[in-house]
């Protein structure tokens, strides 16, 4: 059920999530850490291979949620020089 309910969220966030101008990313991983500063600014630290990798770092005291990174091309995927 949790599963379940992580997944819907997910997907309902990735219909409403912010564009590069509005949040800082960087990381090529499939996860995120996702943490609001303030002001509408949010930081996504995409690092993370599996959301159990990311959920400490977010139960650890740091107000967020973990997210599949927008951005991310998939382990056969190569990245472009744009991406570096």
Excluded at 17 to 41: I, Q, R, S, Y
Excluded at 51 to 80: H, T
């Amino acid at each position: 059920m949790a599963a379940a309910g992580l997944a819907a969220a997910t997907c309902i966030f990735m219909t409403l999530a912010p564009t590069p101008g509005e949040a800082a990313l960087w990381g090529h991983a499939k996860w995120c850490a996702v943490t609001n500063n303030g002001g509408g600014d949010l930081m996504w630290e995409c690092v993370y291979d599996t959301v159990d990798e990311c959920q400490p770092f977010i139960l650890a005291g740091n107000r967020g949620y973990c997210s599949i990174n927008p951005y991310w091309k998939g382990p056969n995927q190569p990245q472009s020089d744009d991406d570096n």
